[in-house]
Every structure is written in C-alpha cells, then in structure tokens.
C-alpha cells in the first residue's frame, strides 16, 4: 500500500464507495443503461481548460467542501445519453453540462446523507459553484465510468481538509436527555381499573387522519406568451424559474409546506425534505 493510499481513512473509504454506488445508480436510472463507477487513490488531472469543476459545500461548515472535476468529453457524453433517452433527438451543449450538474446534484446529495450518517447529524448540501480549489487538496480519488462498449475519461473527487478531519474523527454521539416530568393527578380521572387514554392528537383530528391528500412537486414555474405555446412540440424544452440547484416545492393540494431535494431511491424519484416552510409562505402559496 503506497503512502497516499495511507492517507484515506476508513471513513473516507467508505464515503467514496458510497458515493461511487450513487452515482452508477443516478447514471443507470436517467441514461436507461447500466454504469459501472469505481474509484482509485489518485492525483489531480492535469489542468484542462475544458474541465467542469463543481464545488459542493455542505451546511456543517463553511470550509467542508467537496470538489469534482469532469473532463468535458465525460460529462458531455453522460448529459447527451440522458437526454436522449428522455427523447431527445438533439442534444445542444449547454443542454448536456446542465443535465450532468443534475447528475451530480443527486449524488452529492446522497454523499451528503453518508456524511450525516458518520457525524451522527443531519447533513445537507448548500449551493455550490463552478470552480476549483484554490490549491490541490491532499485527500482524493480517480473515479473511473464505464458505460457498455464506452469508457469515458476519469473524473476526479477531493475532500477539503476541514471536512477529512470531521468524517475522520467524528464527535462521540450522545444519548438524548430523558426529562423527567412530574404527571399531576386530574381531579376527575378515568373509572377505576381503566387506563387512561393518552393522545397528543386532539380528538377531532381522529376523524380526519386517515383522509388521502394530493401531493405534488413543483420544479419551477415561467410564464410564456401564446405564440411560444402554440410552437411547443415533442422535445421542446421550457426553462423554469429555479436553478438545478435549488431545492423543489412539495405541495400538498396545491399548497406550499415544504421544500427539498430530488433524489433517486431504486431508480424511482424521491424528495428529501430540506425545509418546513412557515404559516406565512403557506398562505402565500394559495393567493
């Protein structure tokens, strides 16, 4: 085992043979063909202008940061075969870079829940950007893609510093506190020899818990003037009012509750909720 190999931790180790697992499942569920991810200790590519490169940042710490860089033969590839499977005869390249930052924000997002599960917190991804580190982090990995009769160029993965040393050596998780609470005794309790019944939901909500409610999730919303309506035909494509990115809307019979991000659970769509939106975005969701 070389030196570098040294330096990956268990932990590390770990996150990337999860994240790599993610990732092939992403590719196989959107590109309709099966994708085979690994991952090798290895160094920064060479510089490439062409390089895609997204930093991810995760809301644990403004220094825990991930970065991927992508040859644009790799992820002009992967973003052209999901788009044609979706129907696309003709795939333009801003197209296909956009549909690979999806790909990617998918598999952050599941890294993101590894990370929590090893720090014992709920771990979530923030906006990221596209751009390098400043200096080439020390703990990386060479991720190799192999698609049937096509292997594409490796992509590259690196972990910043501070969060090497949070998923390393993780805080000890403690047990939630068990208060303690005084019961009072009512002066009319249930008859004798009768437990008492105990709910925290109020009575008339029984009679509603079991009602079915339509949920929805919106991916963003624009606004087009007839004329571009009329012209809308087979693989056209609208754009909407959210970047690929920000977190969804989950609508409950068309009312805003939550917010979050789309995830990929046994090659069907999920949302993972992010956020519980307050009583005043609700009532501003059904004006």
């Not at 020899?193 to 339509?214: C, F, H, K, N, Y």
């Not at 609508?251 to 090659?267: D, K």
């Not at 769509?269 to 009583?279: A, E, H």
């Amino acid at each position: 085992m070389s030196e570098s190999e040294q330096e990956l931790t268990a932990p590390i180790r770990s996150l990337l043979d999860e994240w790599s697992a993610g990732l092939a499942q992403v590719l196989e569920s959107m590109t309709d063909q099966k994708a085979e991810v690994r991952w090798s200790v290895g160094v920064p590519p060479d510089p490439d202008p062409e390089a895609l490169w997204w930093e991810q940042p995760l809301q644990i710490s403004p220094e825990a940061l991930v970065w991927i860089a992508a040859p644009r033969s790799t992820w002009e590839y992967a973003g052209t075969v999901t788009l044609k499977a979706a129907g696309l005869d003709t795939v333009e390249l801003t197209e296909a870079r956009n549909t690979w930052l999806e790909i990617l924000a998918q598999s952050l997002g599941g890294l993101a829940t590894s990370i929590g599960v090893v720090l014992g917190r709920e771990v979530t991804c923030v906006p990221g950007s596209e751009h390098g580190p400043g200096e080439a982090p020390e703990i990386g990995a060479v991720v190799s893609i192999q698609f049937p009769g096509d292997a594409l160029p490796p992509l590259w993965i690196a972990f910043s510093p501070t969060l090497v040393t949070m998923v390393s050596s993780p805080p000890p998780v403690e047990p939630p506190a068990v208060e303690e609470v005084e019961e009072a005794t009512p002066e009319f309790g249930p008859p004798q020899g009768q437990p008492e019944r105990r709910s925290s939901v109020p009575p008339t909500m029984d009679l509603i818990l079991d009602v079915e409610l339509a949920v929805s999730i919106s991916f963003g919303k624009t606004e087009l003037p007839m004329k571009d309506v009329l012209k809308l035909t087979t693989g056209s494509i609208v754009e909407l009012n959210r970047g690929v990115n920000d977190p969804v809307e989950v609508m409950v019979n068309n009312c805003l509750i939550a917010r979050g991000e789309v995830v990929v659970v046994e090659g069907n769509y999920g949302v993972r909720i992010q956020q519980i939106v307050n009583k005043m975005d609700r009532m501003r969701s059904i004006q």
